[in-house]
Structures are given as C-alpha cells and as structure tokens.
C-alpha cells in the first residue's frame, strides 16, 4: 500500500512538474538556508575549538601574582616576589595526585639568537631560533600546540643543567639540514645567543612540527619563512643555568628557580572547572591571608562552552529565520494539495467506492505531501551543503566541517512538514462524501 | 433494437472472451409470454427459503432534515433482489433512482428502513466496515467510467483489490483476466484518455468484477455512449449474467434498457410502483 501510494504521489508529481517544481521551492529555500548555516556554524565551531586546543581543553593555566594594596608607598617589590615554592609544587601533587596528570614548567628566561652547524656555511645554514627552557611534562602538557614528529622529548636523565639537548622545529631542520629530519637527529647544533652574547652546542634529539605557527615568531619585516624565529627547546634546568650566569653578568639578584606560571593537565574524566576552582583555594591557603599573593587558575573549558553556547544561540537564531523559509515552503504545499486534492475530487470519490477507507485516501495524501516535502528536502539539502562550503571556503577560509546531522535535520524537517502541512488538506480528502464526490465536475 | 435482427443461436462453449462474438451474439432469445410480475419468481432456480443478496425493509431517505426544504426521497422502499438476478431500476429523472443507487451502493445511509446485503445488517456497519463491503462485495460501473486518469486500464482495475489488500501478483494476474474478459487486453497499459468511451466503460465492468463482488451496481452505464457502443457494454452485461451468473442491478432512465434485462421494477416519485419481467430477455 505505502509502495502503490509513492507510485501515485510520484505519478502525480510528474503530471504536474512545474507546479510540483515551484511548490518545493519554498521547501528547497527553506531546507538550504538552514543546512548552510548548520554547516558554516559547524565548520566555525570547529574552527574556534581548534584553535581553542592549542590551549588545551584539559589544562589548567596557573599563576601567582602580587596585589599592592597600596599601604606602603615605599614598597620593595623585591621582597613580594610571586613563586610557587617547590614544597608547594610537590604537596600540591600529593594533594591532588588523582586529578593532575601532568605539570609543564616553561623559565622565565628566555633568549634569542643563531642557530648553525659547524662545517657549514653561515650565511647559507643559519636558523633564528628562541631559546626556551621547559621540563619533559611541557610537551605532554602542551601536546595539542607541539607535536613530536621525530625523535624524543627529554629524559629524567636529560633534565640535568649540564644536559644539552634539544629539540627543534621542523622549519629549523629546513633550513639547517635541508628538511632531512633523520640526519638531523643526533646532530650537534651552534646556539649563538645575542642577548647573553654565550655559544652553546646542543644535540638534536627531537623535531616538532611548528605547522601551526605557535612556536614561531616573526620579528619586524621578515618576510622570508627561512628567517622566522622558531622556538628551540632545551631542558629547565640548563636554561635557568645560564639565566643565572646573565643575571650575575648584569649584575641582577638572580631569580633562578622561580616559578610564577605553570600549566597542569587533568587527568581525563576530572571536572576542570570544578578542579580548577579547588586547586585555586588550596594554593591560595598556601600563601599567608595578608601576604597579597593572589593565585589564578585559569581554564578553558569555561570559556570554551561560553563561546559555543553564545555560537550554537547565533546559529539557532539564523536557522530560526530558515524556519521561516520552510514554514512558508509548508504552507505553500498545504496550498498545493488542496488545490490537488480539489481537482481529484472525483478521484476520490471513486476510490471510496472502490473500497478506500478514509484512512487509505488521507494516507495517500500526506505520502503525496511528504514526498513532494521531502524531494524538495533532498534538493534543499544538496544546495544547502554546496552554499556552505562555498562560504567557509572562499568568504570564511576555513575548514569544511559535514555533519552527518545534516541530513538527519533535513530528512527529518522535510518529513514533519508534509505531514503537518499535508494533514489538513488529506483529511479534508478522507472525509469527502463519496456521493458529492462522484458528482463533481 | 437493431440488434434484434442480427440475432442468432449461440453455439455452445462460448467464450467471453471473444469480443466479436461477445457483441454480435445474445443468449438465445427467450421470447416467452410477458406476465406480470408480481406474483412471478424471477428466478425460480433459487431456493425460496435463501436469503436475498439485497433486502431492503420499508428504507426512507430524507435531505435536509430538520430544515424547511426536508424532503423525502423514498418512502418506503422495499426490494428485494436475489443470486443471480439481472435487475434493472427504472425511473424518470426525479425518481429517486440516484438516491437508491447510492443506498444500494452503500455510499449513503438510509434515514430509516432495514437493508440487510447477503443477510448482514448495513445499518449497524461503521464507515470502515462499509468501506471494505462496498470494496468486496459490490461492484461499480459508473455512467462517466470515473476510472482514474494517469493510471493505466491494468492499474485501474487492480485498485479494488488494492483496498482490498490482494498481493501485487495476484492483483494484477487477476486484472490482467478480468481485461482479457472484456476484451480490453490489448490496450492494458493504456490511460483512459487514451481510450474510447466504450473502451474505458469495458476497463470500468472489468474494475467492477475485480474482487468478485456479490452485485455490480451499474448506473447508466451506457448513458454516455452512443447507441451501437450502448448496446456492446449492455451485451456484456448480459453475457456476465447468462454465462458468469452474476447478480447486476441496473439503474437506468430508459425504458427500453430496463426491457433487456429480466426483471424491471419502475421507480416513481420515491416508490417502486412496478416489477415486471423483460419483454425482450
């Protein structure tokens, strides 16, 4: 039955292509202008979250700093410097051994300079690099923002301030050893640093990708890639070592070993949030009530869920204005299938005596609203996704991202229209009195 | 009428089939005194004691009701019609032949009265019940075919057994013979405007049979064709009845239609005033 009613409905359609045509039209509207926002929403969405990750979803931000109340005005901000102890640190890790994962520790100090290789033609082979001292938790920590993509990251044993190794970008693999990431391990580097005027060797041991950008600087006017600054990672403690001999150089009191900042993964299934807000309160016990330390723990996933829930309410409001589209494609196929229904009145009438029930005759209806709905649905669908990836690929310039939802919403859409708009008039058709109906002209 | 003179004895193991001879041949003419039928068994093979396919007690339609245009159809109709039966109902324009039509038909209720088809109770049937009866146990022929355009003369005899959930195969093996029946084989897959008046009204007598109903309601069914095609659809008929034994009623204006066929009961000013056999059956 539901096969011969398709068969009648399509048969139908097909007498009447252009009308059928134009009464999808609202539909086809409709149905586009809500997949394409779905998809250009998504696509951003996703767009945001990625770039959200470089900060991962997971980590907690964490910092101290010193709030001057003011009451002295010949304060020494020397003797309210902002560190985390490191008996803070490792109770912290006690307390809270369940949620953290992992602690990422980036120094203070920080160098530029050159990098070359010994044997090798300067002026051809150099890399400007950024020196940064991190610990080995850095990069599981950080691991959305630096992926390995040779070697290793440092081991316990390589955490010493003895330890020279490093790892390097890929772009500094270009440009020192011809892209060849294999050769490059093991390979001694020249660090030529221009603020500390200091050379140290330091042997590759890994390569990151830098493909998005977050290690890489670029200083005023550099234009060529071969000239961008990218970061070189070098263990903690080496790096403190020689901020240490700098500030002896300069003649500072040397802050070696102060931790201001440092970032943690949660261990996955913790509440960020709410671990976020806890590990803020135990911190800030740590630190006496007037000292004027003040503890911030940061997160993303707050801030994350906000910027999706204020996307998702920017989308429904545009798909709202599709609902409209498809409100008024509805009422145009309710309109239709009167006017079908009317001119098939006799039709009707004889199917009654014929046997059909009212049941059988509203069906045959609404199969015929929904498949015009739905085919209108379909084609709806396909311009919809075509208009969206036009508008993330050439006015947004970002990735495309299909929901498989998509078809879902439309088929689903198509179908509730039909039946809530094909309703009225099929049943009109059901309670036809078959003896008028016979009759009419 | 005319084909009075071209009448001629019927070989034995006719086929229906045949269309030539389906319109060039009758039963063999039965030209036997008129009686009156009153007091007359129409059909004298039926066991008196067998309930009537049709049997309508004191039936009354009215219109309007309650209004000041009410107005009562039929007083008081009964009929009775048997197995087997070919009955015409004849009546001028007014009569109140439309409405019993429709009574008969199922398509409307009486506003009193008892019509019990094949001894169930009509009355107490609701819309799906008498849906499904009227789909299975009665068969329509329309004077204006009302066959269902876009649909080819196959489909359209298969729509019946459609409602009446038959199998595909099976529907359209069984339109397939039902056309083969009324000659209309070769133009199955054609669409009623595809065909002739006569053409569409044989797809419709084939409809009609589709779920070997009990009676064929036929109203005016040669009302809008010419007399020679008339009188090919009225041999049909006749052919259904003397060979298939199929019960018709036939309503008609005309009285030298009503003549045809064995039993004629005049319907007039919402009575049945007459019944008489066929003068030329």
């Known amino acids: ?441 | 009428m005319q084909q009075a003179e071209e009448k001629k004895a019927a070989p034995e193991g006719i086929t229906i089939t045949d269309l030539d001879e389906l319109i060039h041949e009758e039963a063999p003419g039965q030209e036997t005194t008129p009686k009156t039928a009153e007091e007359e068994k129409v059909v004298p093979e039926k066991a008196p004691e067998e309930s009537p396919l049709i049997d309508m007690r004191d039936i009354v339609k009215r219109f309007y009701i309650g209004t000041e245009n009410e107005l009562e159809v039929l007083h008081g109709i009964c009929l009775s019609v048997h197995r087997g039966e070919f009955t015409s109902i004849v009546g001028e324009s007014g009569s109140g032949k439309s409405t019993l039509m429709n009574l008969i038909g199922l398509l409307d209720h009486p506003t009193s009265g008892t019509y019990l088809l094949e001894g169930e109770d009509t009355g107490s049937m609701d819309d799906d019940t008498l849906s499904s009866v009227r789909g299975q146990q009665i068969g329509f022929v329309f004077q204006t075919y009302n066959l269902i355009p876009r649909m080819s003369a196959l489909k359209n005899v298969e729509v019946p057994m459609l409602y009446a959930r038959v199998p595909q195969a099976e529907r359209t093996e069984r339109a397939k013979y039902l056309l083969e029946l009324v000659g209309m084989k070769e133009r199955m897959l054609h669409t009623p405007d595809e065909l002739s008046g006569g053409q569409k009204q044989r797809v419709a007598i084939a409809r009609a049979m589709a779920n070997d109903p009990a009676l064929i309601l036929a109203d005016e069914p040669t009302g809008a064709l010419d007399s020679t095609t008339g009188h090919m659809i009225m041999d049909l008929f006749h052919k259904l009845h003397d060979e298939a034994h199929r019960t018709i009623v036939l309503i008609t204006h005309s009285a030298a239609l009503a003549e045809e066929t064995p039993r004629i009961l005049t319907l007039s000013d919402g009575r049945i005033i007459a019944e008489r056999r066929g003068t030329r059956c």
């Open chain 1, 1 to 441: 039955m539901l096969m011969e009613n398709i068969r009648l409905a399509a048969a139908s359609m097909a007498a009447n292509k252009l009308r059928t045509f134009l009464t999808m039209l609202g539909i086809i509207i409709g149905i586009a202008s809500v997949i394409a926002i779905m998809t250009v929403g998504n696509s951003q969405m996703a767009e945001n979250r990625k770039q959200n990750s470089m900060f991962g979803i997971d980590n907690v931000s964490v910092y101290v700093y010193f709030q001057d109340d003011g009451s002295d005005p010949n304060i020494d901000y020397s003797k309210h410097i902002p560190e985390f102890k490191q008996d803070v640190l490792s109770g912290m890790c006690t307390t809270f051994a369940d949620e953290i994962e992992g602690i990422s520790v980036q120094s203070n100090y920080s160098f530029s300079g050159k990098a070359v290789v010994s044997g090798k033609d300067p002026d051809k082979y150099y890399a400007n690099v950024y020196l940064s001292g991190v610990n080995p938790g850095y990069f599981t920590v950080n691991n959305t923002s630096i992926t390995l993509q040779k070697g290793r990251i440092f081991q316990a044993k390589e955490t010493a301030a003895d330890s020279y190794v490093c790892l390097v970008s890929d772009l500094l693999v270009n440009n020192l050893f011809d892209g060849d990431m294999d050769r490059a391990l093991g390979q001694k580097i020249t660090v030529n640093l221009t603020d500390t005027e200091t050379t140290n060797d330091y042997t590759i041991i890994g390569v990151y990708s830098s493909s998005d950008y977050s290690q890489m600087f670029s200083q005023g006017g550099v234009t060529d890639m071969k000239d961008i600054q990218s970061s070189v990672f070098i263990p903690y403690l080496n790096m403190e070592a020689q901020g240490a001999a700098y500030d002896q150089s300069q003649g500072y009191t040397s802050q070696t070993g102060r931790i201001q900042f440092f970032d943690l993964r949660c261990t996955s299934g913790t509440d960020v949030s709410d671990f976020s807000t806890q590990l803020q309160s135990y911190l800030q016990s740590q630190f006496d009530a007037d000292s004027g330390f003040v503890v911030n723990c940061y997160n993303n996933a707050e801030w994350i869920k906000q910027e999706e829930e204020n996307m998702r309410k920017q989308t429904l409001t545009i798909t709202m204005i599709g609902a409209i589209a498809l409100l008024v494609g509805g009422i145009g196929v309710m309109n239709i299938m009167t006017v079908s229904i009317t001119e098939r009145t006799r039709e009707i009438g004889t199917r009654k005596a014929l046997g059909a029930k009212n049941r059988e005759i509203r069906a045959q209806f609404i199969t015929e609203a929904i498949l015009i709905s739905l085919l209108g649905g379909l084609i709806g669908m396909i311009a919809g996704v075509v208009t969206g990836v036009v508008v993330c690929r050439l006015v947004q310039h970002i990735d495309v991202v299909l929901d498989p939802r998509t078809i879902l919403i439309s088929f689903g859409l198509t179908f509730a229209v039909g039946v809530f708009f094909g309703y009225y008039p099929a049943n009109r058709a059901a309670r036809m009195d078959p003896i008028e109906a016979l009759r009419y002209e």
